[in-house]
């Protein structure tokens, strides 16, 4: 396909699902810089999928598999080296355009669900949020429709008992 | 309030977590740069993460290819005659202004350097190394005490045109990517421009040399830009997300040139990594090597 054709495609995706992988990315670290940094990324490998000519037959899954191994490429480093005292030190923001307020909001709401595990967060994120159903979530982590809905029962208790307090 | 409002009124407020506006001009602008630079395979593109040898353009002739591609026919007709000329441009590379061999060395010399720079980043390499040649002509000038008017004022032009074409190479290299040419090539002429600033400084001490004085006020005031844009290039390199430009080309060439005919050379010609370019050039008349590491320098032999 053509570059103009295919940098329209990528960019319409960008539009449609920013803030969804952004989302994903915030749940996944707690941290607007480096969500919307992951998010960046999610895209720029987008980018050489779309470009290496595969067929896209499912945009959307296809950016959270992104997502989700971008993610566990996060973790390992993350245990490597004692980056969660960096993290609760607080990520430098980058520039002015960081607003404090915002940040501040969001980490707040992702905090709540903080504790929990991250398979639990994200189903929530995945069923309640963003509308997808546990197969299209089962897709994403390579798991049934069925292992999915007992996470998500489970996880909606435990967000119930959290939010209850 | 019962759970299921709580959790309802929760996901509600999750969705409507949104990237911030000026993230999301400021990604997307990035992210189509992205794509741009890695676009679509249509033939040679220099940034081509997965470039292989067969997306470079097959060139037979790479004295034909350099007349196509770099070179004016002005410049093609000086590369000759740089070759069959003789010991002139090889005596020049020594000349300082003032000298009757500098223009050769300034207008024919340097611009067979420059025909040889094929990438933005090799040109600002190139210009870089300039510039700090026309502050070495300054320093030998003004060691001899010959540092005057007419002098300062050729070197300061032309220090100028070099500075501002390492910029210019080094901003266009950005845009294509690579933003850590940019860095290192402000880096270097920062501290080029202020260690000569105090060369010359210390030279005209007692002296009433206003035309140094200029040329000094020169200096400090390009490294003062090159300050900054070492900051600016800083940020650049934070914020690309699309990696390095893979500058590395190597040309290796045997070619022979055939005296009646410039223009039929027989060359293999391979491309791998590693801003290299090799070329052997064998003539009848004289042997020319151009060797260079990530600037270029021509040296001449004469075999008589």
């Known amino acids: ?57 499912n945009t959307r899954s296809l950016l959270y598999t992104i997502a989700n191994n971008m993610a566990k490429d996060w973790y390992k480093r993350k245990k490597a080296t004692s980056l969660e005292s960096h993290m609760e030190l607080g990520y430098e923001p980058r520039d002015q ?62 967000l119930q008992e959290k939010l209850h307090i | 309030m019962n759970p299921e409002k709580n959790t309802q009124t929760y996901f509600e407020k999750l969705k409507r977590m949104k990237l911030r506006d000026s993230s999301r001009a400021r990604m997307e602008s990035s992210l189509l740069e992205y794509a741009r630079f890695h676009a679509v395979n249509e033939g040679v593109r220099v940034g081509d993460e997965n470039r292989s040898s067969k997306q470079v353009p097959q060139r037979t002739s790479f004295i034909a290819s350099l007349f196509n591609v ?12 740089l070759m069959i000329g003789g010991g002139t441009s090889y005596a020049a590379e020594s000349s300082l202004p003032g000298d009757l061999l500098y223009g050769v060395k300034t207008e024919i010399n340097e611009n067979v350097q420059s025909a040889f720079a094929f990438s933005a980043k090799a040109e600002a390499e190139l210009q870089a190394r300039l510039a700090e040649e026309r502050l070495r002509e300054a320093e030998e000038l003004a060691a001899r005490g010959e540092l005057d008017a007419e002098a300062s004022a ?33 880096a270097s002429l920062e501290s080029t421009f202020r260690a000569y600033a105090g060369i010359l400084g210390t030279l005209s001490v007692g002296k009433e040399e206003t035309a140094t004085s200029a040329l000094i006020l020169d200096m400090n005031t390009y490294a003062n830009d090159a300050k900054e844009a070492q900051t600016t290039a800083t940020l650049n390199i934070k914020t690309n997300t699309s990696g390095i ?15 009646t005919n410039k223009e039929e050379l027989d060359s293999d010609t391979t491309i791998d990594a ?17 060797k260079t590491d990530t600037s270029l320098e021509a040296k001449t032999k004469i075999g008589l």
């Not at chain 1, 929530?124 to 809905?149: F, R, T, W």
């Not at chain 2, 770099?70 to 005659?81: C, E, G, N, Q, V």
């Open chain 1, 97 to 158: 355009e960081s607003s404090p307020e915002i940040n501040a909001a969001y980490t707040e709401l992702i905090r709540t669900i903080d504790d929990m595990e991250e398979n639990d967060k994200e189903v929530l994120l995945l069923k309640h949020v963003e509308g997808l159903d546990p197969k299209d979530i089962g897709e994403i982590h390579n798991e049934s429709a069925n292992v999915i809905s007992v996470r998500l029962n489970r996880a909606t208790k435990r």
């Open chain 2, 70 to 81: 770099r070179l004016s026919s002005m410049t093609a007709a000086l590369l000759i005659a």
């Open chain 1, 1 to 57: 396909m053509k570059q103009e054709a295919l940098e329209k495609i990528f960019i319409e995706s960008f539009t449609e699902y920013g803030d969804a992988i952004f989302r994903f990315c915030m749940v996944k670290v707690s941290n607007v810089e480096l969500a919307e940094d992951m998010t960046q990324e999610v895209f720029t490998r987008y980018w050489q999928s779309l470009r290496s000519g595969k067929e896209m037959t």
């Open chain 2, 154 to 186: 050729e070197i300061g032009t032309r220090l100028r045109a070099h500075y501002e074409s390492a910029t210019e190479n080094s901003t266009e290299a950005t845009a294509d990517g690579d933003a850590e040419t940019a860095f290192k090539v402000q």
């Open chain 2, 245 to 259: 430009l893979n500058t590395d080309i190597t040309i290796g060439t045997d070619g022979k040139v055939d005296e």
């Open chain 2, 274 to 290: 590693n801003t290299n370019l090799d070329t052997d050039i064998n003539t009848d008349v004289l042997d020319t090597s151009i």
